[in-house]
């Protein structure tokens, strides 16, 4: 059975005065039904606008450039406003890092969830407020019906996390697109909603599109890993077979770096030296190059393609990690 | 028995104190007040509520909580940006919360901060090297000669370039700002420096280049550190004690690796099980009970424990009667009716 959502190529340029900036680059990936594929990568990475370009949210001189991103049966690139319209809320919603930016502070919160019902499902302001309280129920907003009448500041965090929750759900999206959903929250507070949208995932069988850069939080929550460096994807792989048998050196530094907290303290942190390239003019050979241990000749001249033993663990490196005959897995840990 | 455990646990404003950094019955609380044409007081947030804890000499401590807790305030008394409304500062044996004028900028320039923020902390119209600088005008140190040596010294410290003296923040990263900012703090030659969160802001893989940086440091420069954060496991790294704060409360003091093996307090177990490993079997195997509900008000904490309203343990004395902290161990000392290890026996 074909997967939910199938990316292919995808490239999003965003247009600036002087330059153009290759924010994703050539990205190919898919999402079974049910599954929560991990996009994970450091700022400047292009995974925000990853989900972004599949909501079709892209910013002023954003645009899609090449590709194909089909989910279901529709084919978004090149659709119109009104069907994309149609698209968001109830095949796919997004929710962003911080609630408090990204809720209307001048409304409340039961008519901003309302506001989505009704634009997307064509419903009635009392029908939409209705859904607006079963839907702050479901992700466990206490007395809901006392909260729709509430302003984003009189809310936590937490809470104004669960709104956030509660309006990408209300149309029963089959993919949830989730940027950083518990960056902003407190460690406690941010286990509440990673359970909850794990709870609700199983419950309305859900796919999910966890972009961030917590490698812990991938290592719980995500199914499947993508790991994305200066607008490409660099290795996917299963979750477990990620972080046993690591193949692309960026994936090994970043998780070298990262302070454990069943280490011992003593224990000098890999760090890895350099920036990421620019990507208004990015080079014509391997980006991680100039910042990996391991590079040769052969590194500054050719790009590499994503390749590997099985289709399900693919790595785009000449010199990857833990192979026999290529590179011991050097480091901390 | 230590200086350490008895100054955590017996407050005496009569006694001196010999420890490098002590704190002693701490309290800060912000006045709130409403009305539109007539401010009346209607009740005060309690951001630090009876806190103590001391620093030894080249140690680095560790404050972890979540918001709210009253971490970045104690912070901020540490190095006399705020005063405290109750309880007292003491450094090197002398009360240094109560200085004014002169002495209290004198006293300045042994405790500084290195802020969190590196993007909203360097100011974007000063280029760098008059950023790094300013401490040294401020205090009226050295001639302008001596200045720019200094500051030059302290840039290649830091590892950047001594060319950087003439950029603006905005045209470096954010782990090089953040450079910039721990530079700023050593220009005094301080003896303590209080890290507020000092790498959450950065990228995971620039965070390590900071923390390997604060280690060298410390070292080559006989650094003292309060790190203040809410990421326990850049605490854990860098620190050698942890205290773990709650509302404006210590709930647990331990040392590093201790806090993390034998937690006592059911807020410090809910703090570590909530810490997403990248271990996909050890998180997947964690056998989890979150710390439900929400933060309650600071404006009116809860009677007793402060954390009983979320905690799996409570029982009604926990709403009655305020837990004191006990010793569960060597420096380990945690607030609960009900904890996790079993405390030592009375003396």
Redesign the interface.
């Known amino acids: 059975m074909a997967p939910l959502l199938e990316v292919t190529n995808l490239k999003t340029y965003i247009r600036q005065r002087t330059s153009e900036v290759k924010a994703v680059d050539g990205v190919s990936f898919y999402i079974e039904a049910g599954e929560t594929l991990g996009l994970v990568g450091?700022?400047g990475c292009g995974k925000t606008m990853t989900g972004m370009s599949l909501m079709g949210l892209l910013p002023t001189g954003g645009y899609l450039a090449a590709g194909s991103i089909r989910l279901g049966d529709k084919e978004l690139v090149g659709m119109s406003d009104k069907e994309m319209r149609h698209v968001r809320g109830n095949d796919v919603a997004m929710i962003f890092q911080d609630p408090m930016t990204s809720l209307n502070p001048t409304m409340q919160v039961g008519l901003q969830i309302a506001e989505s019902v009704r634009i997307h499902r064509h419903a009635s302001k009392s029908e939409a407020l209705k859904r607006a309280e079963e839907v702050l129920g479901l992700v466990g907003m206490p007395r809901p019906k006392e909260r729709l009448k509430d302003y984003p500041h009189q809310l936590?965090?937490?809470?104004r996390q669960r709104v956030m929750i509660a309006m990408a759900l209300s149309c029963d999206p089959k993919l949830l697109i989730a940027d950083e959903p518990t960056t902003a929250l407190?460690?406690?507070?941010?286990?509440?909603i990673?359970?909850l949208l794990y709870e609700l995932k199983q419950r309305l069988g859900m796919a999910v599109l966890l972009i961030t850069?917590?490698?812990?939080?991938?290592?719980?929550?995500a199914d499947r890993v993508n790991v994305m460096y200066a607008g490409k994807i660099v290795e996917a792989a299963p979750?477990?077979e990620l972080?046993e048998s690591m193949r692309h050196p960026y994936t090994e530094?970043?998780?070298a770096?990262?302070?454990?907290?069943?280490q011992d303290?003593n224990v000098?942190?890999?760090?890895?030296p350099g920036?990421p390239p620019d990507l208004s003019n990015p080079p014509a050979w391997c980006r991680f190059q100039p910042r990996c241990r391991y590079a040769t000749e052969r590194c500054r001249e050719e790009e590499p393609q994503l390749t590997g033993e099985t289709a399900e663990h693919q790595y785009a490196c000449f010199n990857p990690v833990g192979k026999a005959g290529a590179h011991r897995v050097a480091v901390a840990s | 028995m230590t200086t350490t455990t008895v100054s955590d646990s017996t407050p005496s404003a009569v006694q001196g104190s010999d420890a490098f950094l002590e704190v002693r019955n701490l309290v800060k609380e912000f006045p709130v007040t409403a009305g539109a044409v007539m401010q009346r007081r209607i009740g005060s947030v309690k951001a630090v509520s009876d806190v103590s804890f001391s620093v030894a000499k080249g140690e680095t401590f560790g404050l972890v909580g979540e918001s709210g807790c009253g971490k970045t305030t104690i912070g901020r008394l540490i190095v006399g940006l705020e005063k405290p409304t109750a309880g007292e500062i003491w450094f090197e044996g002398r009360v240094i919360s109560k200085l004014k004028g002169a002495e209290y900028r004198r006293q300045r320039r042994d405790l500084q901060l290195m802020f969190q923020d590196p993007y909203a902390s360097l100011d974007p119209r000063m280029r760098v090297g008059t950023i790094i600088r300013e401490p040294l005008t401020v205090q009226k140190i050295g001639s302008r000669e001596e200045q720019d040596a200094r500051v030059r010294q302290l840039l290649r410290e830091v590892g950047l370039s001594p060319k950087s003296v003439d950029l603006y923040p905005h045209e470096f990263s954010g782990g090089q700002r953040q450079r910039i900012g721990l530079a700023r703090a050593l220009t005094l030659n301080p003896k303590l420096i209080v890290a507020d969160e000092p790498v959450s802001a950065l990228d995971v893989s620039i965070r390590s280049q900071i923390l390997n940086l604060m280690n060298g440091l410390q070292e080559s420069h006989g650094l003292t550190y309060v790190v203040i954060s809410h990421d326990l496991s850049v605490v854990k790294y860098l620190s050698d004690r942890i205290g773990v704060m709650y509302l404006g409360k210590m709930v647990e003091l331990a040392p590093s690796a201790e806090i993390y093996a034998r937690p006592a307090h059911p807020y410090t177990m809910g703090l570590i099980n909530a810490i997403p490993e990248p271990d996909p079997k050890r998180e997947r195997a964690k056998n989890l009970t979150p710390v439900v509900g929400e933060l309650p008000s600071a404006l009116n904490p809860p009677s007793g424990c402060r954390f009983r309203t979320r905690c799996p343990r409570v029982q009604d004395i926990c709403a009655t009667e305020e837990p004191p902290l006990r010793p569960f161990g060597p420096q380990h000392l945690a607030a609960c009716h009900f904890p996790l290890q079993t405390p030592l026996a009375a003396a």
Request: proline letters at 2%.
């Open positions: 450091e700022s936590s965090g937490g809470l407190d460690v406690t507070i941010q286990l509440q990673l359970e850069h917590d490698m812990g939080v991938i290592a719980g929550r979750t477990i972080f530094a970043l998780l770096s990262i302070p454990r907290l069943n303290s000098v942190l890999y760090s890895i920036l």
